[in-house]
């Protein structure tokens, strides 16, 4: 099956889009991605690829999610999402992610996959595993930590959320940065009082990033008394 996988990557390579996505992911030495290789295949397209090969057992999903080339590593993400919605063994499939966390290694393979595996499987249960991951020293590790709560958020729940964001507010990536104040301004769309609550005690010592993206939503006068600090 891998191997029909791999003619199907072949058929759909595209040499001009890869130079351009390897820019876009920031895959120069010293850079959050440096080493990813993109073959330049659209998300549409690796969905579709997903789909058709979604039979693939846990021991071909860890061949691909090893690869240095993205595609086959998000691609694994999408089967391992296939898998977990009709899985009955749903903890297997969480503990094969949490487990191979240092190959989930970049912005768009964490955002796709962490709410829908781990924030989906954490829903009933003990959440202390996003605190650990929140306090790692791997980058994608604290993102996939903060951006599992985007389910809760769904689901109208946000003190998780509130608590690994205070956790990070002094964080120095901007990818972590981004990545709170996204899931600030998404709390904020389903309850503003609780993101403004959150905003008066912090705003005025929050990296400028993550303000910026929290309060993204408010109307512009709104937005300049934050970004004064006016509040």
Known sequence: MINELEKRLKEKENKEK???LQGF???EKGEYGEGDIFLGIVVPEQRKIAKEFKH???KEIKELLDSKIHEKRLISLLILIEKYEIYEDKKEIFDFYIKNTQKINNWDLVDLSAPQIVGNYLKDKNRKI???LVKSENLWEKRIGIISTLTFIRNYEYIDTINLAEILLNDKH???QKAVGWMLREVGKKDEPVLENFLKIHYKVMPRTMLRYAIERFEES???KYLKGEI
Do not use: H, N
């Open 130 to 132: 996003l605190y650990d």
């Open 174 to 176: 901007d990818l972590i």
């Open 222 to 224: 709104k937005r300049k």
């Open 25 to 27: 992911f920031k895959t």
């Open 18 to 20: 890869a130079k351009v």
């Open 56 to 58: 693939l057992d846990l």
